[in-house]
């Protein structure tokens, strides 16, 4: 069984769904270590009520990005970490880290890439008036929110949408796709050969992941 590592910033609530999955074997595999870079984060509160163990590394202690994902990698190690899961986890990990993990490690992102890296993702859809909006889950690269995509789901934004709005549809897609899109790399369904994922599974079934929609 594959062992996982969650990395998390906040509140948590795709942990929460990820480990939910876990426990009802929705997903073949183990969460082994959840990982928080912010101290006070919620989402540690719901790794500890899933009995999960949480560890703190927190960024502020570290002098150096370098030495913060040396940190990062120490406890991935130790745990013998077979995939590691970006859940909302804030800080971009540095070339060194993401060159060793390539392939290993996906990330969530609350946008359809290549549209809107980085942060406030639906308060640039609201602004641009965009009809869709969605999330990605993709393989990360040493470059921000660009790695090779995986799967996306698309919501549509109707005309008096607020930034909560989104938030809260966003999140029911994303607590829906991501548990699915890690069994299915546990189970190495999907994987990435040649900087292209990989699909191992029938036609019908990658479709649904391409144009997952609530
Ligand atoms: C998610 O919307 C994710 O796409 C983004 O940050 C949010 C984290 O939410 N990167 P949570 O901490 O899982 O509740």
């Given at each position: 069984m594959?062992k996982?590592a969650i ?6 609530s795709n942990?929460?769904?990820i480990a ?6 929705r997903?073949?595999?183990q969460?082994?270590?959840v ?12 790794a500890k009520s899933f009995?999960?163990?949480a560890?703190i590394v927190d960024h ?8 913060f994902?040396?940190e990062i990698?120490h406890?991935l190690?130790?745990y013998?970490?077979?995939i590691?899961?970006l859940?909302?986890?804030?800080r971009?990990?540095g070339k060194?880290?993401t060159?060793?993990?390539?392939g290993k ?6 946008s ?7 942060l406030?993702?639906h ?5 641009n008036?965009d ?5 990605s889950i ?6 921000l929110?660009?790695?090779p995509i ?7 934004v ?6 909560n709005?989104?938030?809260?549809r966003?999140h029911?897609?994303e ?7 890690i069994?299915d790399i546990?189970n190495?369904?999907?994987y ?9 599974m029938?036609?019908?079934?990658q479709?649904?992941y ?5």
């Amino acid at each position: 069984m594959k062992k996982i590592a969650i990395l998390i910033s906040g509140s948590g609530s795709n942990l929460e769904a990820i480990a939910k999955a876990c426990f009802e074997q929705r997903i073949d595999g183990q969460i082994k270590c959840v990982i928080s870079n912010v101290p006070s984060a919620f989402g540690i509160q719901r790794a500890k009520s899933f009995g999960l163990n949480a560890v703190i590394v927190d960024h502020s202690l570290f002098k150096t990005r370098d030495e913060f994902d040396n940190e990062i990698d120490h406890v991935l190690s130790k745990y013998k970490i077979d995939i590691v899961v970006l859940a909302g986890f804030m800080r971009i990990l540095g070339k060194k880290i993401t060159k060793k993990y390539y392939g290993k490690m996906i990330n969530l992102h609350p946008s359809l890439l290549p549209l809107y890296p980085g942060l406030d993702t639906h308060a640039k859809v609201l602004q641009n008036r965009d009809k869709n909006h969605g999330i990605s889950i993709h393989y990360v690269s040493s470059e921000l929110d660009a790695g090779p995509i995986i799967a996306q789901g698309c919501i549509s934004v109707n005309k008096n949408d607020t930034k909560n709005d989104l938030e809260k549809r966003i999140h029911s897609i994303e607590h829906k796709l991501f548990p699915k899109i890690i069994n299915d790399i546990c189970n190495e369904k999907i994987y990435l050969e040649d900087n292209i994922v990989k699909f191992s599974m029938d036609k019908s079934m990658q479709k649904i992941y391409e144009y997952y929609e609530v």
